[in-house]
C-alpha cells in the first residue's frame, strides 16, 4: 500500500509524460523519414543533445530553487575563449587550460550566487548582467575573431568515439549520474527542495539557504564552461558569439522535462528527456527537409505546449492554495471560520 | 420607536462546514451613531460582516437597509447600497495618486476614452475638504502614512455615496495622534448621517467614540447595550461569558533552572526594553492583542530578525543570536505562527519536512540513509498521531492539526530543549488542540521549556505558568497562573 502511494507522488509521473512525448516523437519520426532510426543518426541526436543535455542538469538545480540562469550561453563563451586562448595562443598545457575554463564558470556561476544571496538581487537580473558582462568580455578578450586549431587531445572532448559513441555523450551521462545522485541522495540536492519548496521554512529551519545556492549557481556555471569546451572542441573553434541564446533552449529543456519554474519540484532526468526531446525535434525536422526558419517556429510551439502544461499543473496547485489564502491571512475570525 | 434604523439585520445565521459562524444574529445601526461590533477571536464579527459587504452567503435571515428589505448578491451589490467596508489591511494601489486611488475604476470621463483629471482632482479636492483633511491630491499612496491611506479610503467611501461604513480594526496600526484625527473624521461622518460600524479590540477607545455596542460571542448574539450604560468590566465579562471547562489537559511538572533569559531586548519601533526568564519544564505564556509585538520578539530571539539592543542567556550564558542557525544550535525550536508560509514546504513530502531541521543525523558518508531518515520520519509520525497516508504524502495534503504535528515533530527531532509555538492551535479543530496541549505537556515533562504566544486567552490561562502580557512592543505585565484571569489580561492587553 505504501509502496504505491510513494510510486504515485514521486516525481515519476511528471517525466513519465515527457518520457511518452519523447517516444511518441521518436515513433512518428521513423514512420515519417527511414534515415531516422539508423545507428548514426541515433547517435547523431544524442551529440547534437549533449550541450543543452549537460547544462540541463545544473538549471535542474536552479529551477528547483525557484531561480533562473541567463548567463549560461556567455559563460559558454567566455569560458571556451579564454581556454582555447591558454590552448592556442600561450601554448599551456590542454588539462589545465581546461580546468581553468571551467572554473571561471564556476566563478561566475558563483557571482550570479553571491548577487541573489548577498544583495539580493533577483535570479532573473543577476544572470542578466552577468549574461552581458560574459559575453562582453568574450568579444573583448577574442576581439571578434574566432581562436581555432586545437591539438588533437582537446579535440577528442567533442569529436572523440569511445566504440560507436561520442564522447560528448558518454560526458553527458557521467554528468547526469552525478547530478542525479546529488540531487536525490545529498544534502545539497534536499536542500534545493528545501529553498525552493518554501525558501521562508528553509531559513527558519536553520538552512544557509545563501551557501546552498551559491553551490547551485556555481555548479551550473561550470557545467556551462564545461559545455563550451566541448562546443570549441567539436567546431575546432572558440568564438565570442557561441552559445547565442543557448540559455533559453536550456530553460525550455528543463520545463519541458517537468520541472516547475516556480520551484520545488522536478529533477534531472525529465531533463535530460527535455534535452532528447528537443534534440529529436531538431533533427526530425531537418531530416523532413523544414527549412531552419520553419524550425524555430515550431520549437516555439513546443515550448509555449510544455509551459501550457505546467502552468495547467499549477491551476491545480493553485486553485488548493486560494483555499488556503483565508488561513493565511490575518483575519483571525476567518481562520476559525473556514477550518 | 420613531428612531430611523439604516440598517437592520435579523436573524442572521451561517454555517461553515463544521461550525455554525452565526445563529440567529441580530443587529441594527441607527442613523448617524457609531455601533461597535465586538466579540473574542472567531465570536463572528468578520463573518457578519462579509454577508453585509455581500462577501458571503447567509443561511438564514434578513436584512433591511432603510427598513426596506434587501437581498445582497455580491460586494458590487453591497456598495450600491451604499455598503463601504474598510479593511484592516487598505485596498489601495501604492503607485497611483490620492486623487486617481479614489475614483479608481469609477473615474469621471472626458469623453469614451479619456480620464478627465482636471475634473476628478476637482471632485477628490472638494471630498477632501469636505472631511477636512489635509492631504496633497498627487502624491502616491506609497508615500502617505498608514492613518492618511485610512482617509483615502474614507473619502472614496464617500464618494461612492457610503451611509454605512464598516471600519475594521481601524486604530491598530495607528499612533495616538493619528487616532485622534481619525476620531475626529469619524465625528464629521457622523454629523453628516453616516452610520459607522466600528469593530475594535482596543476596548477602552470605545467609550470615546462609540454610541452603542453589540457584543457576539461564538457566533451567538450576547447582548447590545449603550455603552454610557455600562463599564469596561462589564463589556469583558459579555464579551468571554463562556465557563471555561477545562479542555486543558493538567501536568504536574517541577521547575527545573533557569534555561533562558532576555534583558533589555529592544528594537527600534517594535520592541521596547523587553526582559523575561524561562525555567526547565515550565510553560510560559505571551498574551497581547495583535500587534503588540509578541512575535516580533520571538523572531528576535530566534535570530530571524535582527534588534539593537538587550542580551540573551541561555542556560546563564550570554549568547550570540544571529541567525535562525544561531538559535538551532543553541536549542531553540520556533513553531511558527503561519505555519503555511513560514513552517512548512507544502509541496515537499511528509518525511522531507520532518527532517529538514537535522538531516546530518541521516548522512552517510555524503549520502543520505534514506532508509534511516524513513524509519525516523516514521516513528515520529506514530509517536505525533499524524494521520497521513505515507511519508511520501506532500504536506499539503493533510489538515491543519496534522500539519501543525509535523511542524513539532521537525523540532522534536532536533531535541530542541526551548520551543517557541507561535499561536500553536490556530486554524486546528478542537480535537487537534487538545493533542498539542499534550504534546506541549508532555515536552516540558521530558525536561523541554516551553514559550506560548497565543491570543486565544483561555488556552493562554490554561496551559501557561507564568503568564506575561504585551502591549505596544512593551511587557506590561506578569501575572502567575492563580493570578491570570481573562479580565486582567485584557486590562494589561490594552493598557497605554
Not at chain 1, 514512420?31 to 551529440?47: E, G, Q, V, Y
Not at chain 1, 554528468?175 to 540536492?189: A, E, H, P, Q, S
Not at chain 2, 476620531?183 to 466600528?198: A, V
Not at chain 2, 521549556?449 to 512593551?474: C, K, N, Q, W
Amino acid at each position: 500500500m505504501r509502496k504505491i502511494l510513494r510510486k504515485t507522488n514521486s516525481s515519476i509521473g511528471k517525466e513519465l509524460g515527457a518520457l511518452t512525448a519523447l517516444v511518441l516523437l521518436c515513433v512518428i519520426m521513423s514512420i515519417s523519414s527511414p534515415h531516422f532510426l539508423s545507428l548514426t543518426n541515433l547517435m547523431n541526436i544524442l551529440r547534437q543533445s549533449t550541450l543543452i543535455g549537460i547544462v540541463a542538469a545544473g538549471m535542474t538545480f536552479v529551477i528547483i530553487t525557484g531561480g533562473i540562469d541567463l548567463s549560461v550561453g556567455s559563460v559558454l563563451s567566455l569560458a571556451s575563449c579564454i581556454t582555447a586562448g591558454m590552448i592556442v595562443n600561450h601554448e599551456m598545457n590542454v588539462w589545465v587550460s581546461v580546468f581553468a575554463g571551467i572554473i571561471l564558470g564556476a566563478f561566475l556561476g558563483f557571482l550570479n550566487g553571491l548577487m541573489i544571496t548577498c544583495i539580493p538581487l533577483p535570479p532573473f537580473i543577476a544572470t542578466l548582467g552577468i549574461m552581458g558582462v560574459a559575453r562582453g568580455l568574450a568579444f573583448v578578450y577574442t576581439g571578434g575573431a574566432p581562436i581555432y586549431t586545437f591539438p588533437e587531445s582537446f579535440k577528442f572532448l567533442g569529436q572523440g568515439m569511445i566504440g560507436p559513441i561520442p564522447f560528448p555523450v558518454i560526458l553527458m551521462v557521467v554528468v547526469y549520474i552525478i547530478f542525479y545522485i546529488l540531487l536525490k541522495r545529498t544534502k545539497l540536492g534536499r536542500y534545493t527542495y528545501a529553498i525552493g519548496g518554501n525558501e521562508e521554512a528553509a531559513i527558519l529551519s536553520g538552512i544557509p539557504t545563501g551557501r546552498y545556492k551559491a553551490i547551485v549557481y556555481s555548479l551550473t556555471g561550470a557545467l556551462a564552461a564545461l559545455a563550451g569546451m566541448v562546443l570549441a572542441a567539436r567546431l575546432d573553434a572558440a568564438t565570442s558569439v557561441a552559445g547565442d541564446g543557448f540559455e533559453l533552449d536550456v530553460i525550455a529543456a528543463v520545463v519541458i522535462g517537468g520541472t516547475s519554474l516556480s520551484g520545488g519540484q522536478g529533477g534531472v532526468i525529465g531533463s535530460l528527456i527535455g534535452a532528447l526531446i528537443m534534440g529529436v525535434v531538431r533533427n526530425g525536422l531537418n531530416l523532413l527537409l523544414v527549412s531552419s526558419h520553419w524550425q524555430r517556429v515550431i520549437l516555439g510551439i513546443i515550448i509555449l505546449a510544455a509551459v501550457t502544461v505546467d502552468v495547467l499543473r499549477k491551476k491545480g496547485v493553485f486553485l488548493k492554495a486560494t483555499k488556503y489564502k483565508g488561513v493565511i491571512k490575518g483575519d483571525p475570525d476567518q481562520v476559525q471560520e473556514s477550518i | 420607536m420613531g428612531e430611523n434604523y439604516s440598517l437592520q439585520m435579523k436573524g442572521i445565521t451561517k454555517e461553515f462546514p463544521g461550525v455554525l459562524a452565526l445563529n440567529n444574529v441580530d443587529f441594527n445601526l441607527k442613523e448617524g451613531e457609531v455601533h461597535a461590533l465586538i466579540g473574542e477571536n472567531g465570536a463572528g464579527k468578520s463573518t457578519l460582516i462579509k454577508i453585509l459587504s455581500g462577501a458571503h452567503q447567509m443561511d438564514r435571515g434578513e436584512i433591511f437597509i432603510n427598513n426596506k428589505k434587501v437581498a445582497i448578491q455580491n460586494p458590487r451589490h453591497a456598495q450600491e447600497l451604499g455598503i463601504s467596508v474598510i479593511y484592516q489591511e487598505l485596498n489601495l494601489v501604492p503607485y497611483l495618486s490620492v486623487y486617481e486611488n479614489i475614483f479608481l475604476g469609477r473615474e469621471h470621463m472626458r469623453n469614451k476614452y479619456f480620464i478627465d483629471h482636471k475634473e476628478n482632482k476637482l471632485k477628490a479636492k472638494a471630498l477632501l475638504e469636505a472631511l477636512e483633511i489635509k492631504i496633497d491630491l498627487e502624491q502616491t499612496v506609497a508615500e502617505l502614512s498608514v492613518a492618511q491611506q485610512q482617509m483615502i479610503e474614507v473619502a472614496k467611501a464617500l464618494s461612492m455615496n457610503a451611509n454605512i461604513i464598516v471600519m475594521d480594526e481601524p486604530t491598530s496600526a495607528l499612533g495616538n495622534r493619528e487616532i485622534e484625527q481619525l476620531f475626529k473624521t469619524i465625528k464629521k461622518l457622523k454629523s453628516r448621517g453616516i452610520s459607522i460600524i466600528y469593530i475594535s479590540h482596543r476596548l477602552e477607545e470605545l467609550w470615546e467614540i462609540a454610541d452603542r455596542v453589540t457584543v457576539l460571542r461564538d457566533g451567538q448574539y450576547v447582548a447590545t447595550s449603550d455603552l454610557k450604560a455600562m463599564t469596561k468590566d462589564e463589556l469583558i465579562k459579555l464579551m468571554v461569558g463562556r465557563d471555561l471547562t477545562e479542555q486543558f489537559p493538567k501536568r504536574e511538572v517541577a521547575l527545573g533552572e533557569e534555561v533562558l533569559r532576555v534583558e533589555g531586548l529592544s528594537r527600534r519601533g517594535v520592541l521596547d526594553n523587553i526582559s523575561f526568564n524561562l525555567r526547565r519544564g515550565e510553560v510560559v505564556g505571551f498574551a497581547g492583542l495583535v500587534g503588540s509585538g509578541r512575535t516580533e520578539l520571538m523572531r528576535c530571539i530566534f535570530g530571524a530578525d535582527r534588534f539593537e539592543q538587550g542580551t540573551i542567556y541561555i542556560e546563564q550564558n550570554a549568547v550570540e543570536i544571529k541567525s535562525p542557525q544561531d538559535a538551532i544550535k543553541h536549542g531553540i525550536g520556533f513553531i511558527t505562527e503561519d505555519r503555511k508560509r513560514q513552517g512548512l514546504m507544502l509541496i515537499r513530502p511528509v518525511k522531507e519536512n520532518i527532517t529538514i531541521t537535522d538531516l546530518d543525523q541521516f548522512i552517510k558518508h555524503l549520502f543520505i540513509d534514506h532508509g534511516q531518515e524513513e524509519k525516523t520520519a516514521e516513528d515520529l509520525v506514530e509517536k505525533l498521531k499524524i494521520k497521513t497516508p505515507g511519508m511520501e504524502q506532500e504536506v499539503r495534503n493533510l489538515s491543519g492539526g496534522n500539519q501543525q504535528k509535523i511542524v513539532i515533530a521537525k523540532w522534536l527531532l532536533k531535541n530542541a530543549k526551548i520551543l517557541i509555538f507561535d499561536e500553536p492551535t490556530r486554524g486546528i479543530d478542537v480535537g487537534a488542540k487538545k493533542e498539542v496541549y499534550n504534546l506541549i505537556n508532555l515536552l516540558v515533562k521530558n525536561g523541554a521549556a516551553v514559550i506560548m504566544v497565543s491570543s486565544e486567552l483561555p488556552e493562554i490561562i490554561g496551559m501557561s505558568d507564568r503568564v506575561y502580557v504585551m502591549s505596544h512592543g512593551r511587557i506590561t505585565g506578569e501575572l502567575t497562573a492563580q493570578e491570570a484571569t481573562q479580565e486582567k489580561i485584557l486590562a494589561y492587553a490594552t493598557k497605554e
